[in-house]
C-alpha cells in the first residue's frame, strides 16, 4: 500500500504546500472564492492543504495535486465575550489595583500585538486584560471533525489535526492528535501535526525551546511531519528534534515591511536550516501578485535560489504576467 507520505512528497524530498484551510475557523477574506483565487496557484504547488468544505463544494473532491485535508476543527476565531456584569467588576478592580483607565490600557496592549511587535512581557499583559472581556483560550478547543476514514474517502493523501500547547485545552488537542494517528495508520493516511499558537500566544512564534519541546511532543502523540514556525535563531534545533519532515507556517506577513521580501527571507531560511518545505497561505493568495508569489517561493524551495535571487524571478514574472 502506497502511504500518504509518498504520496505527499512525491516529488522528493522537499515540498510547497499552499494553505487554504483558513475558512475553517473564520478566515474569509482573500477566499471568498476558492476555486477561482487557488486555481490559477496549483501548477506551482505540490499539496493543497485546504478544509472539506473547499474540497468538496468548489473542487468537487478532484484536485490535481495530492491534499491535506483539515481535520480539527469546531472552534473560531470570533471570540466570545465575558458578560458585562462580570466584566465591570473586573475592570473597577483593575483600575483601583493600578491606577489606570482598563480600557485604554487594554487599547494600547492590543493594538501592540496587532502590530505583531510585543514583546512577550506585552503579550502576557495583552492576555490576562484579555481575559477580562473574552473567555481564555476558546480558540483553542478544536475537536475532530473527521476521522481518517472520512479523510480517505474525500480523497486526500493526508489529515492536518493542530495541537494548542500552553493552552487550557493542550490535553484534549494532543489526544485528538493520538486519536486521529491510531486511525489514519491503519490506512495510510498521513498526518500532519500542526503547531498551534493562536494570537494570544503569538510570541511562541519566536521561542525556539518552546517549539523545539512541542514538536517532538507532536511527534511523540503521532504526527508523521509538523507543520510549525521559522523562529530564527534555533529554528535547526526545531527540525532535528522533530526527527520527521518539517514544513513552515507563513504566517500574516508582518506590516511595515516589504511582504515579498520578507516571505522569500523565510522560506530560504527556512530551507537552509533543514526544512523540508513551506506551507504558507495568506503570504501567497493575499498577495497583490500571487502568481509570481508563489513561482518565486517554489524557486528557492526547489532550486536553491536565494531570497535575493527569488526576488528577482519575481519581478520578471510579475511583469510578464501584467504584460499578458
Ligand atoms: C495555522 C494553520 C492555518 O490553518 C493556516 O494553514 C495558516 O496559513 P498561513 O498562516 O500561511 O496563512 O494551519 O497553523
Redesign the pocket.
Same mark, same amino acid.
Given at each position: 500500500m502506497q502511504n500518504g507520505m509518498e504520496k505527499i512528497f512525491s516529488g522528493g524530498k522537499r515540498i510547497v504546500v499552499l #494553505?487554504s %484551510?483558513?475558512r475553517?475557523?473564520g478566515v474569509v477574506a482573500g477566499l471568498e472564492r476558492p476555486k477561482e483565487v487557488l486555481t490559477p496557484l496549483l501548477p506551482y504547488v505540490d499539496v493543497l492543504?485546504t478544509d472539506p468544505g473547499v474540497l468538496r463544494n468548489c473542487f468537487n473532491n478532484s484536485v490535481p495535486k495530492p491534499v491535506i485535508l !483539515?481535520a480539527s476543527g469546531c472552534t473560531t476565531t470570533m471570540s466570545v465575550p465575558v458578560p458585562g456584569y462580570l466584566q465591570e467588576p473586573a475592570k473597577l478592580a483593575y483600575r483601583e489595583r493600578t491606577g489606570k483607565d482598563f480600557d485604554a490600557t487594554y487599547g494600547l496592549y492590543r493594538a501592540k500585538v496587532e502590530s505583531g511587535k510585543a514583546s512577550p512581557e506585552e503579550f502576557d499583559q495583552y492576555r490576562s486584560l484579555d481575559g477580562v472581556i473574552n473567555e481564555p483560550d476558546t480558540i483553542a478547543n478544536e475537536k475532530l471533525i473527521l476521522g481518517a476514514e472520512d479523510v480517505r474517502r474525500e480523497g486526500a493523501a493526508a489529515a #492536518?489535526v493542530?495541537v494548542y500547547l500552553r493552552t487550557h485545552y493542550q490535553s484534549q488537542t494532543l489526544d485528538n492528535l493520538a486519536t486521529f494517528s491510531r486511525q489514519a495508520r491503519k490506512i495510510g493516511i498521513a498526518l500532519l501535526g &500542526? &503547531? #498551534?499558537v493562536g494570537d494570544a500566544l503569538g510570541y511562541l512564534e519566536k521561542d525556539a525551546d518552546f517549539l523545539t519541546r512541542a514538536g517532538a511532543i507532536l511527534v511523540a502523540h503521532g504526527a508523521d511531519f509538523i507543520?510549525t514556525y521559522n523562529c530564527g535563531e534555533g529554528f535547526e534545533r526545531v527540525v532535528e528534534a522533530c526527527g520527521v519532515p518539517v514544513i513552515v507556517?507563513? *504566517?500574516?506577513a508582518p506590516k511595515g515591511v516589504d511582504e515579498t521580501k520578507d516571505s522569500l527571507e523565510l522560506a530560504y531560511d527556512s530551507m537552509q536550516k533543514g526544512a523540508s518545505g513551506i %506551507?504558507? *497561505? !495568506? !503570504?501567497v493568495w493575499r498577495h497583490k501578485h500571487p502568481v509570481a508569489m508563489i513561482q518565486a517561493l517554489r524557486a528557492v524551495v526547489h532550486e536553491n535560489l536565494n531570497a535575493r535571487q527569488a526576488y528577482e524571478l519575481f519581478r520578471d514574472v510579475q511583469e510578464t504576467v501584467v504584460r499578458s
Amino acid at each position: 500500500m502506497q502511504n500518504g507520505m509518498e504520496k505527499i512528497f512525491s516529488g522528493g524530498k522537499r515540498i510547497v504546500v499552499l #494553505a487554504s %484551510d483558513h475558512r475553517y475557523f473564520g478566515v474569509v477574506a482573500g477566499l471568498e472564492r476558492p476555486k477561482e483565487v487557488l486555481t490559477p496557484l496549483l501548477p506551482y504547488v505540490d499539496v493543497l492543504m485546504t478544509d472539506p468544505g473547499v474540497l468538496r463544494n468548489c473542487f468537487n473532491n478532484s484536485v490535481p495535486k495530492p491534499v491535506i485535508l !483539515r481535520a480539527s476543527g469546531c472552534t473560531t476565531t470570533m471570540s466570545v465575550p465575558v458578560p458585562g456584569y462580570l466584566q465591570e467588576p473586573a475592570k473597577l478592580a483593575y483600575r483601583e489595583r493600578t491606577g489606570k483607565d482598563f480600557d485604554a490600557t487594554y487599547g494600547l496592549y492590543r493594538a501592540k500585538v496587532e502590530s505583531g511587535k510585543a514583546s512577550p512581557e506585552e503579550f502576557d499583559q495583552y492576555r490576562s486584560l484579555d481575559g477580562v472581556i473574552n473567555e481564555p483560550d476558546t480558540i483553542a478547543n478544536e475537536k475532530l471533525i473527521l476521522g481518517a476514514e472520512d479523510v480517505r474517502r474525500e480523497g486526500a493523501a493526508a489529515a #492536518a489535526v493542530s495541537v494548542y500547547l500552553r493552552t487550557h485545552y493542550q490535553s484534549q488537542t494532543l489526544d485528538n492528535l493520538a486519536t486521529f494517528s491510531r486511525q489514519a495508520r491503519k490506512i495510510g493516511i498521513a498526518l500532519l501535526g &500542526v &503547531v #498551534a499558537v493562536g494570537d494570544a500566544l503569538g510570541y511562541l512564534e519566536k521561542d525556539a525551546d518552546f517549539l523545539t519541546r512541542a514538536g517532538a511532543i507532536l511527534v511523540a502523540h503521532g504526527a508523521d511531519f509538523i507543520k510549525t514556525y521559522n523562529c530564527g535563531e534555533g529554528f535547526e534545533r526545531v527540525v532535528e528534534a522533530c526527527g520527521v519532515p518539517v514544513i513552515v507556517a507563513g *504566517g500574516k506577513a508582518p506590516k511595515g515591511v516589504d511582504e515579498t521580501k520578507d516571505s522569500l527571507e523565510l522560506a530560504y531560511d527556512s530551507m537552509q536550516k533543514g526544512a523540508s518545505g513551506i %506551507d504558507f *497561505g !495568506r !503570504r501567497v493568495w493575499r498577495h497583490k501578485h500571487p502568481v509570481a508569489m508563489i513561482q518565486a517561493l517554489r524557486a528557492v524551495v526547489h532550486e536553491n535560489l536565494n531570497a535575493r535571487q527569488a526576488y528577482e524571478l519575481f519581478r520578471d514574472v510579475q511583469e510578464t504576467v501584467v504584460r499578458s
